[in-house]
């Protein structure tokens, strides 16, 4: 594996005096917080000064689920804690069958909100000490962050934390009459539509985001060229994206991790390490699922009869502080369920080092709810996916790993989201990606395109040149 490393010789990037600062303003949910705080130590590397901006609560989550980097690397970032006005959560998750989406966190997303006047102070502050600041802000914090205009010596850039597959449809949906032909490799009527991929709640605090989102100079995309390069070219070619600078630098978690700056690892990956090559299957659904008692125990039956290896985590949607350790946050498996599958299956109840699992040999395939993050982690790690969407961009990142990229296969089909996946769903899913012959070429497909993602971040890679024009625009 090529090793992501985006530092640049202090003589090409000569900093001598703090001229330019970047500030990072994340939204407050693990996936977005994780691509924020990846993207910063990646910019920290160029010598530039970071400064990151969020509640004590999710500057505290972000650097304790890191994984892969040297822990000395957030120490160099100055990280800034606001405090977030009070609010009250809807705790535990409300579990629908039709809209998985946790809108228990809405209130938090809300509160989150109410950082404009706060942000726009430390702006205005970080402002008179440099003399550029570069805003990078999550596109879901755009209306927090739009005061930056009236900052002289400030510029923004919007970070996109889902594929651009998946922003490209989002927005192509939204056009009544379409600019341009589209030339793709799958039929349009194939790319579900957002309908039931959110709460109204949630809809709403979308669009009052995207209302606003015309100020920045340029988006910044967690993806490469390798993996959605028509789908970058067509998000260049929207009117709306108009003298727009565009760059696509991910993957932004490291590419290669196994090892790296562990003082101890995690029992799972000791697990993994007496396992066959490929022989695992790894079974994680993210930060922001619950499941049913019911789909626990169908899922936990399928994975059970399907004979395989498997390694699951089980665990719940968080909740606004990850610290708290409850009923909510831990699911309840069969009676008698893990002593009967201990010589083939390993159940994870706490947080996993998910990029390790990805990398290790043994694991073979994942069975994933295609988040974005989880998406090309595994991508880039050359693992197959079983994909079984839940919510949010997940729809549509499926269509683009079972039907565009050709490295994975559908657990259930999103048409039937309101329905209970059997155990024999599981069963037949798990089958077909891990001894099948349709599996095994999945898998090579997987192999070669994780090898050239990984390529894409190495010297002389389309992501690193990327990068590297983004600090050289940024620093002109």
Not at 203 to 218: I, M, P
Not at 333 to 358: F, H, I, N, S, T
């Amino acid at each position: 594996m090529a090793d992501q490393n985006y530092h640049k010789n202090d003589q090409k990037y000569d900093l001598k005096h703090p001229s330019i600062a970047a500030i990072i303003v994340p939204f407050p949910m693990q996936g977005h917080l994780n691509e924020s705080l990846h993207l910063s130590i990646l910019i920290a590397s160029y010598g530039i000064p970071v400064h990151f901006i969020g509640s004590i609560a999710h500057n505290r989550q972000a650097k304790l689920r890191l994984h892969g980097w040297d822990p000395k690397d957030t120490s160099k970032m100055h990280f800034h804690n606001l405090q977030l006005p009070p609010f009250t959560l809807n705790n535990p998750p409300k579990l629908n069958a039709y809209t998985k989406f946790p809108g228990h966190l809405q209130p938090l997303f809300d509160a989150a909100l109410q950082l404009r006047k706060p942000v726009f102070q430390l702006l205005q502050e970080l402002s008179a000490k440099y003399r550029r600041i570069i805003i990078i802000h999550d596109t879901m914090m755009a209306s927090v962050v739009q005061d930056v205009k009236l900052i002289p010596n400030a510029e923004s850039y919007a970070l996109h934390t889902v594929s651009a597959f998946t922003i490209f449809f989002h927005i192509w949906e939204s056009i009544a009459k379409k600019p341009f032909q589209l030339d793709i490799d799958i039929p349009n009527h194939k790319v579900p539509s957002s309908e039931g991929c959110f709460t109204p709640e949630f809809e709403d605090f979308v669009a009052k985001q995207y209302k606003v989102l015309n100020f920045e100079s340029g988006r910044l995309y967690n993806t490469c060229r390798q993996i959605e390069g028509r789908y970058m070219d067509l998000l260049a070619k929207l009117p709306k994206n108009a003298n727009k600078k565009h760059f696509a630098i991910g993957p932004l978690h490291p590419v290669e991790i196994k090892g790296r700056y562990s003082n101890s690892r995690h029992r799972c990956l000791e697990w993994l390490d007496k396992q066959e090559t490929n022989s695992v299957i790894y079974v994680s659904f993210g930060t922001s699922i619950s499941m049913t008692e019911k789909q626990i125990s169908e899922l936990a039956v399928g994975l059970e009869r399907s004979r395989q290896k498997f390694l699951w985590v089980v665990r719940s949607a968080d909740g606004v502080d990850i610290a708290a350790e409850d009923d909510v946050r831990r699911p309840r498996l069969p009676k008698g369920y893990e002593d009967r599958v201990k010589d083939r299956g390993m159940v994870v109840k706490d947080w996993a080092p998910q990029p390790e699992v990805l990398a290790h040999p043994s694991t073979g395939g994942f069975m994933s709810h295609c988040g974005w993050n989880s998406c090309i982690e595994s991508i880039s790690m050359g693992v197959p996916i079983a994909a079984w969407p839940m919510h949010s961009d997940q729809p549509k990142n499926n269509i683009l790993i079972t039907e565009v990229l050709k490295i994975g296969l559908l657990v259930r089909d999103w048409e039937q989201r309101a329905k209970r996946v059997t155990s024999t769903s599981v069963e037949n899913a798990v089958t077909r990606l891990m001894t099948s012959k349709e599996g095994d070429e999945m898998r090579k497909r997987a192999t070669k395109l994780g090898g050239a993602v990984r390529g894409s971040v190495a010297d002389g890679g389309s992501s690193r040149l990327e990068m590297d024009s983004f600090i050289a625009h940024i620093s002109r």
